[in-house]
Antibody
Framework: QLQLQESGPGLVKPSETLSLTCTVSGGSISRSSYYWAWIRQPPGKGLEWIGT???????YYDPSLNSRLAISVDTSKDQFSLTLSSVTAADTAVYYC??????????WGQGALVTVSS | EIVLTQSPDFQSVTPKEKVTITCRAS??????LHWYQQKKDQSPKLLIK???QSLSGVPSRFSGSGSGTDFTLTINSLEAEDAATYYCHQSTSLPFTFGPGTKVDIK
């Protein structure tokens, strides 16, 4: 059973860059046919898909975030990462790292609250 | 972008009652529709994939149906532990999108 754990700063200043890392255990991040995703949930609101990366490094991003977003994989550490630049208060959310097939998500991290505030 | 709408927004239900949640897509998505359950202060959990495929470890009272634009999640004989918000999620085209959620409360 895969386990995923988010890590990173809980507070980011407006206009700065949000960076989160997800550490995968219980399986290799290089396993074929698996995809690794970031989803966020603003406080009291619904789920928002941010982007997905394949085991081979192919990326799929929400077009509305595309210019600010980067997702990468570090297979040597079994980690994948999210960077979101030029953040505003609208980026305040619980950020989940997750995994599964390309189309669905069957493993979720516990979530990390990131607040954008000066 | 494919928009998903869910109904109802909120439902208060007595244990053992049957619950039906619908999800409608703004365009046809075939069977690329998945259902998640999110309990309070927890991460979401996959309940049903590809509209109707059940998953190991998910109670059999949860079932899904539909294709194209109209989908249904059914909870037969609701239990107290089913209190949660339920989300549909489409994966036909990017960006993947989620429905706004249906909150199920236990009376």
């Amino acid at each position: 059973q895969l386990q995923l754990q988010e890590s990173g700063p809980g507070l980011v200043k407006p206009s700065e860059t949000l960076s989160l890392t997800c550490t995968v255990s219980g399986g290799s991040i290089s396993r074929s046919s698996y995809y690794w995703a970031w989803i966020r949930q603003p406080p009291g609101k619904g789920l928002e898909w941010i982007g997905t990366i394949s085991y081979s490094g192919s990326t799929y991003y929400d077009p509305s975030l595309n210019s600010r977003l980067a997702i990468s994989v570090d297979t040597s550490k079994d980690q994948f990462s999210l960077t979101l630049s030029s953040v505003t208060a609208a980026d305040t959310a619980v950020y989940y790292c997750a995994s599964g097939g390309y189309e669905y998500i069957d493993s979720w991290g516990q979530g990390a609250l990131v607040t954008v505030s000066s | 972008e494919i928009v998903l709408t869910q109904s109802p927004d909120f439902q208060s239900v007595t244990p053992k009652e049957k619950v039906t949640i619908t999800c409608r897509a703004s365009q046809s998505i075939g069977s690329s529709l998945h259902w998640y359950q999110q309990k309070k202060d927890q991460s979401p959990k996959l309940l049903i994939k590809y509209a109707s495929q059940s998953l190991s470890g998910v109670p059999s009272r949860f079932s899904g149906s539909g294709s194209g634009t109209d989908f249904t999640l059914t909870i037969n004989s609701l239990e107290a532990e089913d209190a949660a918000t339920y989300y549909c999620h489409q994966s036909t085209s990017l960006p993947f999108t989620f429905g706004p959620g249906t909150k199920v409360d236990i009376k």
